[in-house]
């Protein structure tokens, strides 16, 4: 497998890049691209179908290629992977739920190979990440695995995000890239390092993704409390604090208030079920860098060739640590100096503590691709 990264600024500019590339004898079959918001995906996508190449990319809250760390820009990655190993389709969920969309993704992947692996980019703010991630397993099975990234934008919430492939764009719903795993394995690591602070509190009241109530209390008014926020809007762009939620089994996930509804419940990226126990969690940047760069350096030494890769990294860790997130992107290129892009997220996708692919915010998910 050959894989070329560049990152370009125009439209003008993309093209160009991929006509050099061409006539240097280089014929990619697939792109993984991500774009800033200002970027009209339809003219992105027209570009690559004048060349045949296939399309799986989301819109972004910046943009990473080959560690280093864009904003504004276009991220591509061009490889060369054989067509009868992958297949790309797109899931809307204007007429379903996040389970639904997720369970049609999973049965889709099945049919195209006998033992699939995904990758998933997901628009939409009322996406529900653990009902899609649920749904895909349901349709594909528990142990499927399912690697990938909310698309991302400028923190606007009147604004779309959008997933786009080259079968559209969508911005409710999610594009699915399966590959086949015999042929093209992917390998993937969620690191955190957000720590849990303070007293488990529960949700006393909610409703899939929405909180309306934490400990009997309304919950925008213990976030005022607890953080010492002032208003709605500190709160839905909060991202150096997270909620730690514990799941049955004693996993547990970070999960981020994506934006307060009118009626002051808050939206999060995922599900937040009553009865669950949370902890607010903060965490500095010296320790997100320090945990991640030893977490990636052992996963280096069980998983250390690959071709390729592909990095989701929440934004919360971009606005967290600032230009010093290159320290953890870099190093990616450090162990296993290969080519890699990617893109800052709302959301990601990954393994989780339990071995099995789950839904995460504030994580660096990275996936290595490998062709057998």
Same mark, same amino acid.
């Given at each position: 497998?050959?894989?070329?990264? #560049? ?12 006509? @050099? ?5 280089? /014929? ?18 027209? $570009? ?13 809250a910046g943009e990473i290629s080959n560690g280093k ?16 190993? #992958? *297949? ?48 895909? +397993? ?7 695995? $399912? *690697? ?6 400028? !923190? ?24 086949? &795993? ?8 969620? $690191? ?24 009997? &209390?309304?919950?925008?008014?213990? =976030?005022?409390? =607890?953080?010492? !926020? @002032? ?14 939620? @514990? ?12 934006? $307060? ?6 939206? =999060? ?7 669950? +126990? ?44 600032? *230009? ?15 080519? =890699? ?19 995460? /915010? ?11």
């Open positions: 497998m050959i894989s070329h990264v #560049f990152s370009a600024s125009s439209i003008l500019q993309l093209e160009t890049r991929i006509e @050099e590339f061409k006539l240097g004898g280089f /014929n990619p079959r697939i792109a993984f691209v991500f774009c800033a918001e200002a970027f009209d995906a339809d003219e992105i996508l027209e $570009v690559f179908r004048k060349y045949g190449i296939e399309v799986f990319g989301a819109s972004t760390s864009f904003h504004g820009t276009i991220s591509v990655q061009l490889m060369d992977i054989s067509p009868e190993t #992958f *297949s790309i389709n797109i899931f809307d969920r204007n007429t379903s739920s996040s389970f639904q969309a997720g369970k049609e993704a999973g049965t889709w992947a099945c049919t195209i190979f006998d033992n699939p692996t995904l990758l998933v980019s997901s628009s939409g703010w009322d996406a529900d990440g653990d009902q899609l991630i649920e749904g895909i +397993k349901c349709g594909a099975g528990n142990s499927v695995q $399912v *690697s990938g990234g909310f698309a991302g934008n400028d !923190v606007h919430q009147d604004r779309d995000t959008l997933a786009f492939g080259t079968p559209g764009i969508t911005n409710r719903g999610l594009v699915c890239l399966v590959f086949d &795993q015999e042929k093209i394995k992917l390998s993937g690591i969620t $690191v955190g390092g957000w720590k849990g602070i303070g007293t488990k509190k529960t949700i006393t009241r909610s409703l899939g993704n929405i909180v309306f109530e934490i400990d009997d &209390q309304p919950v925008i008014e213990v =976030y005022k409390k =607890y953080l010492e !926020v @002032e208003s709605s809007l500190d709160i839905s762009r909060s991202n150096e604090t997270g909620l730690l939620v @514990e799941r049955p089994d004693g996993s547990a996930v970070m999960r981020a208030a994506f934006l $307060v509804n009118d009626d002051k419940s808050i939206l =999060y990226a995922g599900s937040m079920p009553e009865g669950a +126990k949370i902890r607010f969690c903060i965490s500095s940047s010296q320790e997100v860098l320090t945990q991640t760069i030893e977490q990636l350096k052992e996963f280096q030494k069980k998983v250390p060739d690959a071709d390729a890769g592909i990095l989701f990294s929440c934004i919360s860790r971009l606005q967290t640590v600032g *230009s010093l997130v290159e320290k953890e992107t870099m190093s990616i290129s450090d162990l296993w100096k290969i080519p =890699y892009n990617g893109f800052f997220s709302f959301g990601e996708f990954g393994p989780g503590s339990t071995g099995l692919s789950d839904f995460h /915010n504030f994580t660096l998910s990275l996936v290595l691709i490998k062709e057998n």
